[in-house]
């Protein structure tokens, strides 16, 4: 018997193929991961691969995949595997990406459904080369979810929509129980982590989606452990506290290859809780702030925890 071992040939990242070599580091203990082993886990790399949906579970390396796929909670990247934008710290393909996928609502809809989940959480690329940015797209996905599975709650997890007018209120009128767009860094390092966004386009279009529907949560996350300073993610946290957000998200940064942008430091556990006690008296309703945190990680239980803290202040 002979086993087929397919490699990916392609170069993920063409525009930085040209930059110096940033060495991995080590990671420190708090940090590493296990290898899944779980059958559970392939059940749920099976059933990706039959539907044909791109997870950013994969694409992005997060090192949590091995724990959510052991538990069936595969986010779903929509709109195609490659980006049109070449964030310095993202492990997505850059390049020019392939029509949308007009069938793609009906099978992340019947993924959804057979994984059995309570919550969902759907990202996507940027699709600057479609007219509205792939708006049309999630609010297809969305609905798609709604009807094959009517008890799950969504989160999506967009684009900036940049340049792309009327393109959020589309989004906002499917109505997604959660609304994230994350801000990823402070805004000095903009130019050189996430070039191709503008800071306070994101902050607008977060406050945006409160003024249009106050009954969706908004959520946001940041890394750490890219050379920002305590008072910048401070600052950080009073701008997202401004529009009304609601829950937010602090993760170590990993650098995903050589070509990417480095780990300044790795924040330790300690430090992380004193930023999600900063963020809880700042007001957030929800915070998760760990090493291994990412956007989608736990995001069932802290919806539950999200919504519960809602429903105590609207009791209060």
């Not at 886990?41 to 099976?46: D, F, I, L, P, S």
């Not at 490659?82 to 099978?107: H, K, M, Q, Y």
């Not at 919550?119 to 708006?135: E, N, P, Q, W």
Request: glycine share 6%; aromatic share 6%.
């Amino acid at each position: 018997m002979t086993t087929r071992i397919e490699i990916d040939h392609r170069v993920r990242h063409p525009e930085k193929q040209g930059r110096p070599d940033n060495p991995i580091q080590r990671k420190p203990s708090w940090i590493r991961v296990k290898a899944p082993t779980n059958p559970v886990y392939h059940e749920t790399h099976a059933l990706m691969r039959e539907k044909k949906l791109t997870t950013v579970c994969e694409e992005a390396a997060c090192p949590n995949i091995g724990e959510c796929w052991s538990q069936r909670h595969a986010t779903m990247m929509i709109m195609g595997e490659i980006c049109t934008r070449a964030c310095s710290f993202c492990n997505v393909s850059t390049g020019l990406p392939a029509p949308l996928d007009a069938d793609e609502p009906r099978r992340v809809a019947e993924a959804v459904a057979q994984l059995g989940l309570r919550h969902v959480v759907i990202t996507s690329v940027d699709r600057d080369d479609v007219a509205d940015g792939g708006a049309a797209h999630f609010a297809g996905v969305i609905n798609a979810v709604r009807e094959a599975a009517p008890g799950v709650t969504i989160e999506i997890l967009t684009p900036d929509f940049l340049r792309k007018p009327g393109a959020l209120e589309v989004v906002v009128a499917a109505r997604p129980d959660v609304f994230n767009h994350n801000l990823e860094t402070v805004p000095r390092l903009y130019p050189s982590i996430r070039p191709g966004a503008r800071y306070y386009q994101s902050l607008r279009l977060l406050d945006r989606v409160k003024q249009l529907d106050p009954s969706i949560f908004t959520k946001s996350g940041v890394m750490v452990g890219l050379g920002e300073t305590k008072p910048e993610i401070g600052q950080v946290m009073d701008d997202l506290r401004i529009a009304d957000v609601d829950f937010l998200t602090v993760g170590q940064y990993l650098q995903p290859t050589v070509k990417h942008a480095a780990v300044d430091r790795f924040v330790t556990p300690e430090e992380f809780d004193e930023i999600a006690a900063t963020a809880r008296a700042k007001g957030f309703l929800q915070v998760s702030a760990t090493p291994l945190t990412r956007s989608s990680y736990h995001a069932d239980t802290d919806f539950a925890a999200l919504r519960a803290a809602r429903n105590k202040v609207l009791a209060a």
